[in-house]
């Protein structure tokens, strides 16, 4: 039963190889195996591939199954076509784009394997990548905002400037008419006589501005700090709105850039252990003699080709034969007399219907 199975699975065909011996029917069995468990690999391959895709095992394993039944059907396609030639070279020839394009399979099956293989140590490149990635988005972020957080910043340090000037202009006023008064400065004079109330006067109305200024200014400040707060929510919002984009950031084609930063060899290897196991068939049917299923294929397609030719040199000179008989009866045909005189009674009748015809378009238009 297996066994027939992996026949089946080798495309050789059942009439012939089933009157061989079972040695050669062992031989197909076995190319038949290596095309269904490579076939085997490509579902696992694909079905892990797609499932880092649609993260569901069941849309991954289905997706996976067609394309596991493609590469099955291109390998035992692959391998039935081959056909073994009395050179070597012509075999080598026919089978050059067969191993060309087994090679393509190979590959693309490996890399999904290699894939799962080295999960871990691709997690770890991934890891290092997203961290690179948040920093710089929160670089890339924070430098859209920075002109305003900037620009508020410098308003907010500009009003506390004014009250800070106003402030040190009021204590110098104070000061001036204190020691006016202690006579230490100004008229020398002690005590509180006119020139100290006009000092103390002028101070008295900058400390007024002073409290004006400092009460719209502190308003302002208020509103600019709410600003920037605002601000600030807005940046930290849209980092935290990003930070799930970077977080995800671990499908396909993310894990085969990552797989192209790990040491090559270790992943070299593993494709050419598929590539071995894909190109294995067509290897064994080049290396291999003619064996008994080989010639009676051959012989039963060089039976097709013999009777296709038969047919074909029949076909023709049924063809020349009956040409050369209807040239024989239409040279007889033209030598009678009584039909060449029915034709030329009736050519002078079309043209005089035609004369007429003319003749009377004429009169109409005149």
Same mark, same amino acid.
């Given at each position: 039963?297996?066994?027939?199975?992996?026949?089946?699975?080798?495309?050789?065909?059942?009439?012939?190889?089933?009157?061989?011996?079972? =040695?050669?029917?062992?031989?197909?069995?076995? #190319? =038949?195996?290596?095309?269904?468990?490579?076939?085997?690999?490509?579902? #696992?391959?694909?079905?892990?591939?797609?499932?880092?895709?649609?993260?569901?095992?069941?849309?991954?394993?289905?997706?996976?199954?067609?394309? =596991?039944?493609?590469?099955?059907?291109?390998?035992? $396609?692959?391998?039935?076509?081959?056909?073994?030639?009395?050179?070597?070279?012509?075999?080598?020839?026919?089978?050059?784009?067969?191993? *060309?394009?087994?090679?393509?399979?190979?590959?693309?099956?490996?890399?999904?394997?290699?894939?799962?293989?080295?999960?871990?140590?691709? @997690?770890?490149?991934?890891?290092?990548?997203?961290?690179?990635?948040?920093?710089?988005?929160?670089?890339?972020?924070?430098?859209?905002?920075?002109?305003?957080?900037?620009?508020?910043?410098?308003?907010?340090?500009?009003?506390?400037?004014?009250?800070?000037?106003?402030?040190?202009? *009021?204590?110098?006023?104070?000061?001036?008419?204190?020691?006016?008064?202690?006579?230490?400065?100004?008229?020398?004079?002690?005590?509180?006589?006119?020139?100290?109330?006009?000092?103390? !006067?002028?101070?008295?109305?900058?400390?007024?501005?002073?409290?004006?200024?400092?009460?719209?200014?502190?308003?302002?400040?208020?509103?600019?700090?709410?600003?920037?707060?605002?601000?600030?929510?807005?940046?930290?919002?849209?980092?935290?709105?990003?930070?799930?984009?970077? @977080?995800? $950031?671990?499908?396909?084609?993310?894990? #085969?850039?990552?797989?192209?930063?790990?040491?090559?060899?270790?992943?070299?290897?593993?494709?050419?252990?598929?590539?071995?196991?894909?190109?294995?068939?067509? #290897?064994?049917?080049?290396?291999?003699?003619?064996?008994?299923?080989?010639?009676?294929? !051959?012989?039963?397609?060089?039976?097709?080709?013999? =009777?296709?030719?038969?047919?074909?040199?029949?076909?023709?000179?049924?063809?020349?034969?009956?040409?050369?008989?209807?040239?024989?009866?239409?040279?007889?045909?033209?030598?009678?007399?009584?039909?060449?005189?029915?034709?030329?009674?009736?050519?002078?009748?079309?043209?005089?219907?035609?004369? @007429?015809? $003319?003749?009377?378009?004429?009169?109409?238009?005149?």
């Amino acid at each position: 039963m297996l066994k027939r199975f992996f026949i089946t699975c080798s495309g050789a065909d059942k009439a012939i190889i089933y009157s061989c011996s079972n =040695g050669e029917q062992n031989k197909y069995a076995g #190319i =038949g195996a290596t095309v269904f468990f490579t076939a085997l690999l490509a579902w #696992i391959a694909a079905s892990y591939a797609l499932y880092t895709v649609f993260d569901t095992i069941y849309a991954a394993a289905f997706f996976g199954l067609i394309w =596991g039944l493609l590469i099955f059907n291109l390998d035992r $396609f692959i391998v039935s076509t081959i056909r073994k030639r009395d050179r070597f070279s012509q075999e080598l020839l026919q089978a050059t784009p067969r191993i *060309v394009l087994a090679i393509i399979i190979a590959i693309v099956i490996s890399k999904p394997l290699e894939i799962k293989i080295f999960e871990k140590e691709i @997690d770890t490149v991934l890891v290092k990548e997203k961290n690179e990635m948040a920093l710089a988005n929160k670089k890339q972020v924070a430098d859209y905002y920075a002109g305003d957080l900037s620009k508020n910043k410098a308003s907010i340090d500009s009003l506390k400037s004014e009250i800070a000037q106003k402030e040190k202009e *009021v204590n110098a006023l104070y000061a001036t008419y204190i020691t006016e008064a202690e006579g230490t400065s100004g008229t020398l004079k002690l005590g509180k006589g006119p020139v100290y109330k006009e000092k103390r !006067e002028k101070h008295d109305a900058a400390l007024a501005q002073l409290d004006t200024l400092r009460k719209n200014n502190m308003a302002k400040i208020a509103a600019k700090e709410t600003a920037a707060a605002d601000l600030q929510t807005d940046l930290d919002k849209k980092i935290a709105d990003t930070q799930p984009v970077i @977080d995800n $950031f671990d499908g396909l084609m993310a894990r #085969i850039n990552a797989l192209g930063k790990l040491p090559l060899l270790p992943s070299l290897f593993i494709m050419l252990l598929f590539l071995a196991i894909e190109t294995s068939p067509i #290897i064994a049917k080049l290396l291999s003699p003619k064996g008994e299923y080989d010639f009676k294929l !051959e012989e039963g397609e060089m039976a097709v080709k013999t =009777g296709l030719t038969q047919n074909n040199y029949q076909r023709e000179l049924m063809r020349t034969t009956d040409a050369a008989i209807y040239d024989d009866v239409y040279g007889e045909i033209r030598q009678d007399k009584e039909l060449y005189n029915y034709k030329k009674k009736k050519a002078i009748e079309l043209l005089e219907m035609q004369a @007429d015809s $003319f003749s009377n378009k004429q009169k109409n238009a005149m």
